[in-house]
């Protein structure tokens, strides 16, 4: 059974997956993602909130690259949270 944090970290880590789909490697999309996602306030939440979604996220033993139909595997996906949540960081200073 989720509850609606559960809920709402798996929409705001769709929200910075869907970017980022297509690249040969997510982690050259970071930029983009922290832009027109992230300090656009996309999906009503704020860097702080995409932050602590990307935590929860990789605390989860949910299978993140299937969360939206990308070709990415699990490893790969998780490294890109891995670098955004290293950026996001470094951005809260």
């Not at 709402?8 to 982690?27: A, S, T």
């Not at 990307?54 to 996906?77: K, N, Y």
């Not at 490294?79 to 955004?84: G, I, P, Q, S, W």
Request: glycine share 4%.
């Amino acid at each position: 059974m989720t509850d609606g944090r559960d809920d709402k970290w798996k929409h705001l880590i769709c929200g910075v997956l869907y970017p980022i789909q297509f690249e040969q490697n997510p982690v050259d999309g970071i930029d983009r993602v922290l832009e027109v996602v992230v300090r656009a306030r996309a999906l009503n939440a704020s860097p702080e909130q995409y932050l602590a979604a990307v935590q929860a996220a990789l605390q989860s033993d949910e299978p993140l690259a299937r969360l939206i139909p990308q070709p990415h595997s699990e490893s790969v996906i998780r490294t890109y949270l891995v670098e955004l949540q290293k950026r996001l960081v470094a951005g809260s200073d």
